[in-house]
């Protein structure tokens, strides 16, 4: 496959996203064939560790392939969207469950589905150009693919704060909101990747970190939990009106792009997820929403407004203040027989 590498060097299974001027978008096939790679190598006792990484400068994977899921979802195939969901969940319910080390380098932008792919390694590294985000929100999706674990796991409200507002994150934002582990200056990176494939150690990694800056967002925590910590969108806006601090005015900015049901849904899941420490609970409740967010939900006119027509002016189904409780209640209700197995073929 042209789109990504898969082979053995070494001590090292080794898998490179390789369609770096698609920013190395992640397809459905290439979902697939990253889990047939962990199911090769977690039995496989030449392979002592997993290196993953990406070519181009831009981006190790700035999210999902989702030409094909609004081609399909607009003809009223729901069918296609929600199988690839299941299926790349499966993926990166087994990345976090591998059971041996798993490495990322990820330059560049690191959002939606490649966060999947990049952050739920034991061993993330970041470097000076990296930029990591959940913008699903921003086409009426939630943030998936095991993000949301990694959201309620953040310190405080932070996890509220960048699942709703969509903020990237610099390499020391990174480290602190628990996207990333270490910090390496990027033109280490072939040196210790050449060093890992002849060794299979994971403490080179350790030896080869350095200390990375001052995360901004630490210094925002104070005013990001008084601001996010209520129950509801609702609750948030209704804080963010009242506040005093010079977080609020950029905030409110950033939630009114937003699509107000994903908002609300996406804080909804990271309370849940944050009750249970488990991603396989984490990806369950994703993929509740977006198992129906063509049909109920905003993703399909998100897509519209920022992929296919780019005019930026989405016509989202309720206003940011008039989303009802019972609808985002609705969007991650349980599926029933729908509901995700982590099996294949189901």
């Not at 090292?12 to 397809?27: E, M």
């Not at 380098?105 to 990591?132: N, P």
């Amino acid at each position: 496959m042209d789109d990504i590498s898969i082979r053995i060097l070494g001590q090292t299974g080794r898998i490179t996203l390789t369609r770096p001027k698609a920013l190395n978008a992640l397809s459905y096939e290439m979902c697939l064939a990253i889990e047939a790679a962990l199911d090769s190598w977690a039995t496989d006792d030449t392979v002592k560790m997993i290196v993953i990484d990406a070519e181009g400068d831009k981006a190790f994977c700035a999210g999902g392939d989702i030409a094909e899921l609004y081609d399909t979802g607009t003809a009223g195939d729901y069918a296609y969207g929600q199988r690839f969901w299941a299926d790349e969940y499966r993926m990166n319910a087994k990345l976090f469950e591998f059971p041996k080390p798993v490495v990322s380098f990820m330059q560049g932008f690191t959002m939606g589905g490649g966060v999947g792919v990049g952050c739920h390694g034991s061993h993330r590294i970041v470097g000076e150009s990296s930029q990591i985000a959940m913008p699903e929100v921003g086409i009426g999706l939630v943030p998936d693919v095991g993000g949301s674990l990694i959201l309620a796991r953040a310190p405080g409200r932070l996890g509220e704060y960048l699942g709703m507002t969509a903020a990237r994150l610099n390499a020391a934002d990174a480290i602190y909101a628990g996207f990333a582990d270490f910090f390496i200056p990027q033109d280490h990176w072939p040196t210790l990747i050449e060093q890992l494939e002849e060794t299979g150690d994971w403490t080179l990694i350790d030896a080869a970190a350095t200390p990375p800056e001052e995360s901004r967002l630490a210094t925002q925590q104070k005013d990001i939990d008084a601001n996010f910590g209520g129950e509801t969108l609702n609750d948030v806006l209704n804080a963010l009106h009242h506040a005093q601090d010079d977080l609020a005015p950029a905030a409110l900015k950033k939630l009114g792009r937003n699509s107000p049901l994903a908002m609300g849904a996406a804080l909804e899941i990271i309370h849940r997820v944050r009750t249970r420490d488990d991603i396989r609970f984490a990806l369950d409740q994703e993929y509740r929403f977006t198992f129906r967010a063509m049909e109920h939900g905003d993703f399909l006119e998100g897509i519209r407004a920022q992929i296919i027509d780019k005019d930026r002016n989405p016509q989202w189904k309720y206003t940011l203040e008039g989303v009802p409780a019972g609808v985002i209640t609705k969007m991650v209700l349980p599926l029933g027989a729908d509901a995700l197995t982590f099996e294949k073929g189901e």
